[in-house]
Nanobody, 118 residues
């Protein structure tokens, strides 16, 4: 069973930085992408960033381009989200997912809360 465990959330002041981690386990797939989504209270879920395991290709939501960076460590089956220049509107629960490219099945972590406030 695929397990995704996020960590690194917390309270940060506007302009600050946080790094989220997502450790994946319980699978042997090689062809997948990992994503970070977020959902703020009363808002729709938003895709923040995605990275392909094989070639490291990345993509970002418009609202975070230039501020957030997604990266991976394949040896550790871990994906990271470096978040810089944080804004109050970045406040949300951030979820890590793993989506298999062969079946389209997407697995979700439990989420980690990020609060940007002074």
């Amino acid at each position: 069973q695929v397990q995704l465990v996020e960590s690194g959330g917390g309270l940060v002041q506007p302009g600050g930085s946080l790094r989220l981690s997502c450790a994946a386990s319980g699978f042997i797939y090689m062809s997948y992408v990992m994503n970070w989504y977020r959902q703020a209270p009363g808002k729709e879920r938003e895709l923040v960033a995605t990275i392909t395991r094989t070639n490291g290709r990345t993509d970002y939501g418009e609202s975070v381009k230039g501020r957030f960076t997604i990266s991976r460590d394949n040896a550790k089956n871990t994906v990271y989200l470096q978040m810089n220049s944080l804004k109050p509107e970045d406040t949300a629960v951030y979820y890590c997912t793993l989506r298999r490219l062969d079946t389209g099945i997407e697995y979700w972590g439990q989420g980690t809360k990020v609060t940007v406030s002074s």
